[in-house]
């Protein structure tokens, strides 16, 4: 059974940092991308930041030079670090892993999500 198991969410000021962990299990595909998704109140999940197998990250404009994510392998983890956190980074923050399987099917795994919440 997959389980994806998100980790460091919380309350923090403007300016301030936390760092998520996202780590995944039962995984029988290969994974191609694993990353961070993020949904504020009232809009539209949207991708935050994600990281290929051959190790190609892709930053929203909106996090760029602020958030660093970074990949444990062996552990089939990622980690994101938040700098600088902003009032609108607020929301709840979901782990994805997509994988490859059989035929090229695409297979989308989700963790329950993590709240993050910066005041201002």
């Known amino acids: 059974q997959v389980q994806v198991v998100e980790s460091g969410g919380g309350l923090v000021q403007a300016g301030g940092s936390l760092r998520l962990s996202c780590a995944a299990s039962?995984?029988?595909?290969?994974?191609?991308?694993m990353g961070w998704y993020r949904q504020a109140p009232g809009k539209q999940r949207e991708l935050v930041a994600t990281?290929?197998?051959?190790?190609?990250?892709v930053y929203a404009d909106s996090v760029k030079g602020r958030f660093t994510l970074s990949r444990d392998n062996a552990k089939n983890t990622v980690y994101l670090q938040m700098n600088s956190l902003k009032p609108e980074d607020t929301g709840v923050y979901y782990c994805?892993?997509?994988?490859?399987?059989?035929?090229?099917?695409?297979?989308?795994?989700w963790g329950q999500g993590t709240q993050v919440t910066v005041s201002s």
């Open positions: 990281i290929s197998s051959g190790d190609s990250i």
């Open positions: 994805n892993v997509r994988c490859k399987g059989p035929f090229s099917r695409t297979y989308d795994y």
């Open positions: 039962g995984i029988i595909f290969s994974i191609n991308t």
